[in-house]
């Protein structure tokens, strides 16, 4: 199992996967060719081999965007990418058969290394699903008390240098 660059022919594996893992915060396909064609830098393919080939098993996208906005809306495309010394996670998605492997791991050191070439002081997210427990114990923390997609979210951000 390994993370590889997310190319445009994998989006339609991309949305399957969104289907399973965010069936509460779901995003049209659009959104997924979107931010692979604005920042393909920040998008990932978790990937394993198999006899009928390589079969995807989770997903990364992050980009750039200032953490004095409020993130994408659900479904909303990016014409253009703001600049920012904040790079945000949009969304990781690890099917259940391919957690507990340290892909999730591997996915945020990919993450920490992207955002340190990229020159971005900080990551922030939006945590889902109780997903704020597994951030914490990354070093994230909750930044203000907004939900930006509804009850149970909250941002959440990394400064560099805290791991």
Not at 48 to 63: F, N, S, T
Not at 75 to 81: F, S
Not at 109 to 132: E, N
Request: glycine letters at 10%; a negative charge.
């Amino acid at each position: 199992m390994q993370w590889r660059a997310m190319r445009p022919d994998d989006v339609d594996s991309v949305d399957a996967i969104a289907a399973v893992v965010h069936v509460n915060f779901p995003e049209p396909k659009a959104v997924f060719a979107n931010r692979q064609a604005q920042y393909p830098d920040g998008c990932m393919i978790l990937e394993q081999a198999g006899d009928d080939g390589p079969r995807a098993l989770g997903y990364m996208i992050a980009h750039p965007w200032p953490m004095e906005c409020e993130p994408p809306a659900l479904g909303a495309l990016v014409d253009q990418m703001p600049d920012s010394d904040a790079l945000y996670l949009h969304d990781v998605a690890i099917l259940a058969d391919a957690r507990g492997s340290g892909a999730g791991g591997a996915a945020l050191r990919h993450l920490m290394d992207l955002a340190r070439r990229g020159g971005f002081s900080r990551i922030w997210l939006t945590a889902v699903d109780g997903a704020d427990r597994y951030w914490a114990q990354k070093a994230f923390h909750r930044v203000g008390d907004d939900a930006p997609y509804g009850e149970g979210t909250m941002v959440m951000e990394y400064i560099l240098g805290d791991m």
